[in-house]
Structures are given as C-alpha cells and as structure tokens.
C-alpha cells in the first residue's frame, strides 16, 4: 500500500491496519508493505501515530467479543516465523511482534521499519500479522517498489491528488488495485478477484468477474471467417473489452472492470493450422494491442524453444500444436500461462487470450461527504 504526502495520513493508516492485520494477516490480499513517501516516512508523528494504531489491535480469541486480531492458523513455522522473529540488515521494530500464549497461535502484531529494497522481506509473502514499512523517494519511486515482487494480487495508494491516482493506475502491476481505501475483502462483481504475475495461474478470467463462466467449458467454430473475425472483435472491443464498466454503480465507490494489454503472446504452431486462422490471431494482436511471436515446429524444437522460454517477454503461450513435456514445464518455471483453447473467429471468446483483466475500487466519499 502506497501513502503519498498527498494522502489524508489519519485514513491512511486506519486503512493499512486494516488491510495489514485482518484475519490475523493471513488472506492472500493482505497488505504485508507499506511504501511510504519520504517527507511522510520521515515525520515522527507518522510513525506514533502508525504505532499507536497497531498496539490498540486487540488480539484474543474468536470467543472473546473484543478480539480484533485472532489467532495464526498454526504455530508460526518457515518464512512467517523468520518475519515474526529476525530483523534484516538495516531493519528496526516500530512495534515488536510477541508470542502471546502457549499455543504460539496468539501473536501481537508487528511493524518492520526501514525494509530496504530488494531485500527479503521486500521479496517475500509471509501471510501473517507482520507489516514492512519502506521509505520512497516519490510516487515513482513508490511504484517501483511496489512492482518489484514477483507476485501481483492486490495494492493499494492513499492519495488525494488525482494526477498520482491517475499515473498510479496506469503503473500499477496488480490484478486488484484499491484507491482510498482497504486493500482486502473484495465483493463478488464489485470486485472481481484474481492477481497478475505470479499470482494467477493460468490465463482464465477472475472469479466473481462476467467471463468467469465461460472459462468451465471448450469454444470451438463450425469454421473460421476472417472478415467476420474481424467485425466481431471490434463489436466486442467497443462494447467490452475496450470500455470500462462500473455494474453495481455504487454513489459512494466506483468498482470498475477493465481489460489490459499483455506484455506478450507466443504462438505455437504447427502446419495444421489454415491460414484463416492465423490471420484471425493477427487480428487479435491488432484489436488487443498485446505483441505477438510465432514460432513454427517445422523450424523449432521444442527443446530449443523452451531454452529460450525463460528470457523472452511474453505472459501466455499459445500453444496449436502438440507440446512436450519440457516445454510445458519450462513455460511453468517461467511463470508463463499455458492456453491450448482452438482459435475462434467470436470477439466474446478470442480477445480474452490476449488479455489481463484488472479491477480498480476506487473510494468516492471523504468521511461520507460524497466527493462528485
């Protein structure tokens, strides 16, 4: 979660507990970071006030009416016992995290201060009650910290200014991205749920999202048409995939769906594959604007293709022809979605391969005073 100086500070930080310390920090959209502009990291009124936020978190059991932080599913073990109990080079606590009981289930929550970049901690998820705090130059500097891990499921930023929201939205490497706001409990259709990166497997749609369903079955075209190929895609671009849309149309908060360009796509094909088809997927490429590669197996091995799966900058692979097991699991290391969908010439059913949806919360309420 990135905190501007532009943020409203007192929310910022009501939020970033939130998000932190819910559920004990285990969901897989807790806020583990947060990524804290200079003129605010450095003020030590910010880091009172943080402090002061976190020790008022009540921990107990789920049967005491008062708990606010409940217990860790089991005794910590592996990276969240290392995050709970080992400072890295340069670190300090602002707030020390304690075993509370016997059952080494009850932890009070702690705040890593000074997590430098690339370090562990930075790097790593440890789905527990734990928060690195980072110190960012500025917004850029801020954005760069936040997309340096390799996962993408959620983030967030505090800021009032609209240019920083605006240049934040455009950066951001998140499936679920929060504005003003808590970066957990996402609603089905508000906030369609799933990361990017290392964070999604697979190339399907989000759960709680409109192409969620169709993700349960195989599309297939009695045959393919190119020109009508072509039509279709732009009826869906202009009425889908290139719009944003906003279905529960809430006054207090907008929930928008919108689709992303992919880093890239390579195609895997063999001479099977008519002409209409590939002239099909290069209309895809056109419409979505995710680059393409072809690679054919008449010219390419799959032991040399997958030698070079690894520095290449794609996020799925396409595969229309038979694939070893090597490649299939070279495309795994690398973090790349394997799709072997057949191509259809239907906007509804081929555009979603290339590519990402992303869902953005974006708060509209100052204290209830409603902003616009």
């Not at 020790?55 to 990276?79: C, F, H, K, M």
């Not at 075209?221 to 009508?228: S, T, V």
Request: with cysteine.
């Amino acid at each position: 979660l990135i905190i501007t100086a532009a943020a409203d500070i007192d929310l910022a930080i009501k939020d970033l507990v939130k998000s932190a310390f819910g559920h004990a920090g285990q969901k897989c959209s807790a806020a583990s970071l947060a990524i804290v502009e200079a003129s605010v990291y450095d003020d030590p009124s910010f880091r009172r006030r943080l402090a002061d936020a976190v020790r008022s978190q009540r921990v107990g059991w789920a049967e005491d009416p008062a708990t606010i932080i409940g217990p860790v599913i089991s005794a910590p073990t592996g990276n969240l016992e290392r995050a709970l109990t080992t400072l890295e080079p340069g670190e300090t606590w602002l707030v020390d995290p304690k075993p509370l009981d016997e059952s080494g289930r009850l932890w009070s929550p702690g705040v890593r201060w000074d997590v430098s970049p690339e370090s562990w901690f930075h790097l790593t998820e440890c789905f527990g009650p734990v928060l690195g705090v980072m110190r960012a130059d500025n917004l850029d500097h801020a954005i760069e910290l936040q997309n340096a891990p390799e996962y993408g499921l959620t983030g967030g930023i505090h800021s009032l200014d609209p240019r920083e929201i605006d240049t934040w939205l455009e950066r951001v490497q998140v499936g679920n991205a929060y504005v003003n706001r808590h970066i957990t409990g996402a609603v089905v259709r508000r906030q369609p749920f799933g990361g990017w990166k290392r964070s999604s497997i697979g190339g399907g749609a989000k759960p709680g999202g409109p192409g969620h369903l169709s993700t349960y079955g195989t599309w297939r075209a009695p045959q393919l048409d190119p020109a009508y190929a072509r039509t279709s895609f732009a009826r869906a671009w202009r009425e889908r995939f290139g719009v944003e849309s906003d279905p529960s149309a809430l006054r207090s908060e907008r929930n928008i769906l919108r689709y992303r360009p992919l880093d890239g796509v390579l195609v895997r094909m063999d001479d099977s594959v008519s002409e209409d088809a590939r002239e099909i997927l290069q209309a895809a490429t056109v419409m979505s604007g995710t680059p393409v590669m072809w690679s054919l197996t008449s010219q390419e091995s799959d032991e040399a293709m997958a030698a070079r799966l690894g520095s290449m900058s794609i996020e799925r692979l396409r595969l229309l022809a038979p694939a070893s097991d090597a490649l299939l699991r070279a495309a795994h290391d690398a973090g790349i979605a394997v799709v072997t969908a057949p191509v259809t010439d239907e906007g509804e059913t081929e555009l979603p391969h290339w590519l990402k949806e992303q869902s953005v919360s974006i708060t509209r309420h100052r204290h209830g005073r409603l902003l616009d």
